[in-house]
């Protein structure tokens, strides 16, 4: 089974975009919101070097932005 979370805040189109595209292909994925959560903001930062969201990580595949392409990719090639 894949994992999908998707790291998130609330004022980001960019991740309404890709929680949309996710929920319309039937991808299951967990939401963590960072801008609520400075302690898992910093985690993903110190893991991926990145502070913009979107990003996702798909069965231990980090993909940076909205760029459903290369997550379906991911979820393919896993």
């Known amino acids: 089974m894949n ?5 998130t805040t609330s004022s980001c189109s960019y991740c309404v975009m890709l929680k949309n595209y996710l ?15 400075p302690e898992m903001m910093m985690k993903l930062v110190s893991k991926t070097g990145q502070l913009g969201v979107p990003q996702t990580e798909v069965n231990g595949q980090w993909v940076l932005g909205f760029d459903p392409n290369r997550i379906m990719n ?3 090639n896993s």
């Open 3 to 7: 994992s999908v979370t998707v790291y």
């Open 23 to 37: 929920t319309q292909n039937n991808v299951p994925f967990k939401e963590v919101d960072v801008g609520a959560n």
């Open 74 to 76: 991911a979820l393919r």
